[in-house]
C-alpha cells in the first residue's frame, strides 16, 4: 500500500464517527440510511463520512435492486496490520535488547543518588 494510501486510511479513521460506522459495518452490510439512525446528523452528513471511507478504500457501495448497501473492505484492514506489525516487531526487538542489558546488571548494587547540580554563587 503506498504511503499516501495509508495516509488517507488512517486520516479517515481519525474521526470517531467514521470509526463507529467502520465498526458497524464490520458486523455486516448497511443502507446509509440504516447506517444514519443512531446519529443526530443528515443522511447527507453519513453520505459525506462514507465518501471519505470509500476514497480510502475501507468501504465500496453496491446495488441489491432498490437497496444499496455499504460494504467494509478487510482487505485494507490485512495491509494496515502488515505496515503496524512491522513497527511492533521492532519495537519488541528494542525491548529485548533492554531486557538483556537489565538482565546483565548486577542485582546487588544499591542504587545511586544522582549528584547535586553546582551551586551558583551570587557575588555580593
Known sequence: MAADALSRVFAA?????RRDIVARLAVGDATV??????YDVTVQAVSKHLRVLEDAGLVSRSREA??????L??????????????YRRQAEERYRRLDD?????????PPTRPADPPQERNPS
Open 13 to 17: 479513521l481519525a474521526d470517531p464517527t
Open 73 to 86: 473492505e478487510a482487505e485494507v484492514f490485512d495491509l494496515m496490520t502488515k505496515w503496524i506489525e512491522r
Open 101 to 109: 542489558v537489565l538482565r546483565s546488571l548486577p542485582d546487588d548494587v
Open 33 to 38: 440510511g440504516e447506517l444514519a439512525a443512531p
Open 66 to 71: 432498490q437497496r444499496r448497501p455499504v460494504h
